[in-house]
DNA sequence: CCCATAATTCAACGTCTGTAGAACATGCGG
DNA sequence: CCGCATGTTCTACAGACGTTGAATTATGGG
C-alpha cells in the first residue's frame, strides 16, 4: 500500500496517535481500543506505535497525563466569598467537564480504569491531586472527612452526567447544577460534622 | 481429561457457570472475563456455556438480573419519620451495598458497561428504577430534578467507596456516612429549588 | 428395557490480539 | 555526498478469542 520509509513533511505522526488513542480509550475502554484500530484510525501501522510507546500500556499511561492543571481550574474558588465556595465549585468544575477535552480525559480513566488496575490507580491519584488539595486549601479542619465527603458528590455528578447519561442529570443546566449542588458542597466544606 | 457425557447426580451446573460469571464480570470487565476463563474456574467445557446462555452477550444479560428487589431495600424509608428519610435512605443503601451480593451486582454493571453499550443501559435502567422510582413516592414536586440530584450523590458515594475505593471515603463507616450525607440526601427532597 | 432428551466434552474454524525483527526511505550533520 | 539517526511499513509469530457441529454419556418416561 503506502511507500515504507520516512514521511516528506514533518507534521507530527506522534501526536496524531496519541489523540487517536485517547479518543478511542474515552469511546471503547482498553481492550477494544485495540492496536490495530487506534493505527487505523491514525492511519499508521501498528508497530509504529510499539516504537513510539513501547507497548500498549506505554501508550495508554501517556494517554492518561492530565490534559490540564487542576489548580487552575480551581484557582477562581479560593478567590469566591467564603459562603458562596460551594458554589464556585461546581461551576469550576461543571465547566472544565463541559469542555470535549477534559470530559474525554475523565471517559478515558473510567473506561480503562474499569479493566485496568494500573487506570484505576492514576484515576484516584487524580481525584486526590485535584480534589483534595484543593478542599485541604479551603478548610481548616478535617480535611480528609471533608474532601471525602466533596469527592463523592463530585464524582457522582460527572460519573451520572457524562458517564451513565442518566436522562434527568443532563437535562440541568450548568447554572442549575450549581444552584442545587453548590450548597451541598458548601455543607460539605465548612459546617459541624 | 474429563469422561465426555452427561455427569451423574444432579448439582446445578448451569447455576455455578452463572455465580462465576458473575464474579469474573465484576472483578474484570467484559472483555477479559473470557468464556474460557469462566468456563476454566467452573470447571467446564467453554461450549457448555454457549449451550446454556446461546451466548456471551446472553450470559452478561442474565448475569447482570438484579439479585434484590430495590423495592425491597428502599421499603423502611418510607416508614421513617419525615425529616429524617434522608438518612435512612442512605442507611438502607449502604447497608445493601455492604452485602457481597450487591456490591458484586454493582461492580459488574459498572465494569461491563465501561466497555458495554447495552449494559451501560442496563445501569442507567437499574438506577432509574431503584433510586427514581422510590423518590417520586417520597416527594411531591419536581420529582425528576430531586431523583436526579439524589442519584448524582448516591452514585458517587458507591463509586468512590466500591469501585475507585478512595482511602478517605473507605474509611468512614456506614453510620458516620449515614451522618453526613443523610442531611444532603434530606435537602434534595423537600428543600425548595 | 428402550428411546428420546438433556448434559457434557472434543476438535476445529476463522479471526483478532500485542509484539518483534527486518527492510526501506528520508532528512541532516559532517 | 556519504553515513547515521529517525520515521515508517512489512511480515510473521504464537496465543487467545467466541462459536460451531459432532460425539459421548447419563437420566427419566413409557
Redesign the interface.
Known amino acids: 500500500m503506502k511507500p515504507r520509509g520516512r514521511r516528506p513533511g514533518d507534521e507530527d505522526t506522534r501526536a496524531r496517535i496519541l489523540n487517536v488513542a485517547r479518543e478511542q480509550f474515552a469511546h471503547?475502554?482498553?481492550?477494544?481500543a485495540s492496536m490495530r484500530s487506534i493505527a487505523g484510525q491514525a492511519q499508521v501501522d501498528p508497530a509504529l506505535i510499539t516504537h513510539y510507546f513501547g507497548s500498549k500500556v506505554g501508550l495508554l499511561t501517556e494517554a492518561l497525563r492530565l490534559p490540564v492543571d487542576p489548580a487552575v481550574v480551581l484557582e477562581s474558588v479560593g478567590h469566591s466569598e467564603p459562603d458562596h465556595m460551594g458554589e464556585a465549585l461546581v461551576r469550576a468544575m461543571v465547566g472544565a467537564w463541559e469542555t470535549p477535552v477534559v470530559r474525554q480525559h475523565f471517559l478515558g480513566m473510567?473506561?480503562t480504569?474499569?479493566?485496568h488496575e494500573v487506570a484505576?490507580e492514576v484515576?484516584?491519584q487524580t481525584?486526590?491531586d485535584s480534589v483534595?488539595v484543593a478542599v485541604a486549601r479551603l478548610v481548616d479542619d478535617d480535611a480528609?472527612?471533608r474532601?471525602?465527603?466533596v469527592?463523592?458528590?463530585?464524582?457522582?455528578?460527572a460519573?451520572?452526567?457524562y458517564?451513565?447519561?442518566?436522562p434527568?442529570?443532563v437535562?440541568?443546566t450548568p447554572e442549575e447544577l450549581a444552584a442545587?449542588?453548590g450548597?451541598?458542597i458548601q455543607?460539605?466544606l465548612v459546617d459541624p460534622?
Do not use: C
Request: aromatic residues 8%; proline residues 2%; charged residues 20%.
Open positions: 471503547s475502554g482498553y481492550e477494544r473510567l473506561r480504569a474499569a479493566s484505576r484515576m484516584q481525584l486526590h483534595q480528609d472527612r474532601s471525602a465527603l469527592m463523592t458528590q463530585m464524582a457522582g455528578l460519573f451520572t452526567r458517564f451513565l447519561q442518566l434527568e442529570v437535562a440541568l442545587s449542588i450548597p451541598t455543607r460539605y460534622l
